[in-house]
């Protein structure tokens, strides 16, 4: 593979369920095809990933959740075509089974979703993590008795300001908004905005205008279309749409397979949406008008695989990424630049994959 074409790629996996752990993969930019380079098994359940720089040397760093009962994280050095090499050693974050990170003023946001919690560990000079700063612990319950008990923090992410962090709690059918403090790791409650109870937000996603938010729900397979402003930090729900046709929607109630979406993502120009649906194991297409408030679903394909846990555009917009759990692969799909609909066109072998995210 020649080297214009060639960029990186790590895949998460469940070591519990076979999985490599984290591993490094060759992008050909033209096909959209993933290669493998090497794999690390250093810490147990790396599910989610983010890449980011150290502070110091700008050299790439791969941040790493271990999602156990006594969840941790971990960072990595990223060079050449080695496997990702631990730093130092996996860091506990003060909470159990966390799903989801992102780096934000300085540190490392994890979202832990056993505890309900949301952790901040600072980020050093050389891209090494600090003990825990502080932690948010998350309250309240929702509607279903099995997955709504106590709460159950999903996902965490700056919004793109970089003033606000906003977590989205499964449990509680909710996204509380925060300010983190850049010193001290300090993380403080701003809003609290209730989504419609018994959806179970999962994920969401930004506007490329920043003026618009997409919670995805699990328990529901529906989005979510908030307005987000920024000066004030406040997200407000607009309206509701499913993300599958109405007798894919009803299956799960007609004793067919429940369909849990996963992850939602948003292009690059603000003109389509996708979501990755487990259980129904496909791609979701709706398009964006010029509100960014009215989407409209078009289409929905297959993912390649079974039980799609994660999806990833590439940073050129061009492919879609799915981590197709349980059937062990990783698939790609070319977008269409007209309709945004993708086009299946290769697969990887990948146990118990759980994530893609690209250097």
């Not at 147990?44 to 980011?52: F, K």
């Not at 004793?255 to 649906?277: C, I, K, M, Q």
Request: proline residues 7%; negative net charge; contains cysteine.
């Amino acid at each position: 593979m020649g080297s214009s074409n060639a960029g990186r790629a790590f895949i998460g996996s469940f070591t519990s369920a076979g999985g490599h752990g984290i591993t490094a993969v060759a992008v050909d930019r033209d096909t959209g095809a993933l290669t493998v380079i090497a794999s690390t098994d250093a810490v147990a359940d790396p599910s989610y990933l983010v890449v980011g720089r150290a502070p110091e040397t700008g050299g790439t760093v791969l941040y790493a959740v271990s999602e156990g009962a006594d969840g941790a994280a971990a960072a990595f050095a990223v060079t050449g075509d080695d496997a990702p090499r631990l730093i130092g050693e996996a860091l506990p974050v003060d909470g159990s089974s966390p799903t989801h990170l992102s780096l934000a003023a300085g540190h490392l946001l994890t979202a832990n979703y056993g505890s309900g919690s949301v952790t901040a560990l600072p980020v050093r000079a050389d891209g090494s993590l600090g003990p825990v700063a502080s932690v948010l612990r998350h309250e309240g319950s929702g509607p279903d008795p099995d997955r709504q008990a106590g709460p159950h923090a999903h996902h965490v992410v700056a919004d793109p300001s970089g003033q606000w962090v906003l977590s989205v709690d499964l449990g509680t059918d909710s996204v509380r908004v925060c300010a983190l403090d850049p010193r001290t790791g300090a993380l403080r409650p701003h809003t609290e905005t209730a989504m419609r109870p018994g959806t179970g937000p999962r994920h969401l996603a930004f506007h490329p205008s920043g003026g618009h938010v997409y919670v995805l729900n699990e328990l529901e397979p529906t989005l979510t279309v908030c307005r987000w402003d920024s000066a004030g930090g406040r997200l407000d729900p607009v309206g509701e749409t499913p993300v599958l046709p109405h007798d894919a929607y009803t299956a799960g109630a007609g004793g067919g397979e429940r369909t849990y979406p996963s992850e939602v993502v948003v292009s690059h120009d603000g003109r389509f949406l996708w979501t990755a649906n487990r259980g129904h194991d496909s791609i979701s297409v709706l398009t964006l008008d010029e509100t960014a408030e009215k989407p409209a679903l078009v289409a929905a394909v297959g993912c390649g695989g079974h039980w799609p846990r994660d999806l990833t555009l590439d940073p050129g917009g061009q492919w879609l990424y799915a981590a197709n759990e349980r059937s062990g692969d990783v698939s790609w799909f070319a977008v269409d630049a007209e309709t945004g609909i993708p086009a299946h066109a290769g697969s990887l072998d990948a146990p118990a994959a759980s994530c893609v995210v690209f250097a």
